[in-house]
C-alpha cells in the first residue's frame, strides 16, 4: 500500500496563510486529493489531481504537488476552516493520510 | 442535488455479520463507480471496498486487511449500493461512508459522500 504521511496538526491565526503538507512513500504523480472533516460530519472534496479546485470550493484553497510531496495551502484562513483535513491518492488503491488537524489561535 | 444516504448501522456481536446499505439520488447512478470508506472512532480514513458500474461488469476490489469477510454490491434499478460485512471484530468499529466516485483529470475521485452509518461491534 502507498503510504501517506502527514504532520498531526497545526495552528494559525485567521487571515494567515497555512500549508499543509504530505508525502506518499512512492510517487502517485498527480493523483492525490484533499479532503476537509468538520467534527461530525462526512469529508467533503477540495481539491483533486494535486491541484484542481472542486467546484463551490472557495479560491482560498489550493493544491500543488506531484510526485510524492504535496501541499494544501489556505490563504487566507478563516475561522470556519477549523477541521481536519486528509489526503488521499488514487494512483494505486486507494489510501488516505493520517490527518492534518488545524486549530484557529 | 446529490443525495446519499446509508443506512443499517448498529450494534453487533463480535463473530457477527451486518449488511449496510446506501441510497442515493440526484445524478445518474447507473455511470457511477461507488466505495465504501471507514474511519474508526478519533482515528483517519480507511478505503474498504469499491464496485464499478455496468461497463466494467461491476468489478470490485478490496482492501487487502478486509478481504474475505466483505462484499460489495449495487442495484442499479434502485440506484443502491451494499456493503455485508462478516466475521465482526471490534476493531470493524467505526462510522461506514458510501462515496461516490468521479473521473476527474483521469483520476477517479471521491466527489460525494454520505452521512455515514455508525457500526459498534461489542459483547
Known amino acids: 500500500d502507498t503510504v501517506l504521511t502527514q504532520s498531526p496538526a497545526l495552528a494559525v491565526s485567521p487571515g494567515e496563510r497555512v500549508t499543509i503538507s504530505c508525502r506518499a512513500s512512492?510517487?502517485?504523480?498527480?493523483?492525490m486529493h484533499w479532503y476537509q472533516q468538520k467534527p461530525g460530519q462526512q469529508p467533503k472534496l477540495l481539491i483533486y489531481g494535486a491541484s484542481n479546485l472542486e467546484s463551490g470550493v472557495p479560491a482560498r484553497f489550493s493544491g500543488s504537488g506531484s510526485g510524492t510531496d504535496f501541499t494544501l495551502t489556505i490563504d487566507p484562513v478563516e475561522a470556519d476552516d477549523t477541521a481536519t483535513y486528509f489526503c488521499?491518492?488514487?494512483?494505486?488503491?486507494?489510501?488516505f493520510g493520517g490527518g492534518t488537524k488545524l486549530e484557529l489561535k | 442535488e446529490v443525495q446519499i444516504l446509508e443506512t443499517g448501522g448498529g450494534l453487533v456481536k463480535p463473530g457477527g455479520s451486518l449488511r449496510l446499505s446506501c441510497a442515493t439520488s440526484g445524478f445518474n447512478f447507473n455511470d457511477y463507480f461507488m466505495n465504501w470508506v471507514r474511519q474508526a472512532p478519533g482515528k483517519g480514513l480507511e478505503w474498504v471496498a469499491q464496485i464499478r458500474n455496468k461497463n466494467y461488469n461491476y468489478a470490485t476490489y478490496y482492501a487487502e486487511s478486509l478481504e474475505g469477510r466483505v462484499t460489495i454490491s449495487r442495484d442499479d434499478s434502485k440506484s443502491s449500493v451494499y456493503l455485508q460485512v462478516s466475521s465482526l471484530r471490534a476493531e470493524d468499529t467505526a462510522i461506514y461512508y458510501c462515496?461516490?466516485?468521479?473521473?476527474?483529470?483521469?483520476?477517479?475521485?471521491?466527489?460525494?459522500w454520505g452521512q455515514g452509518a455508525s457500526v459498534t461491534v461489542s459483547s
Open positions: 488521499q491518492q488514487s494512483w494505486n488503491d486507494p489510501t
Open positions: 462515496t461516490r466516485e468521479a473521473l476527474k483529470q483521469l483520476y477517479g475521485v471521491m466527489d460525494a
Open positions: 512512492e510517487s502517485v504523480s498527480t493523483g
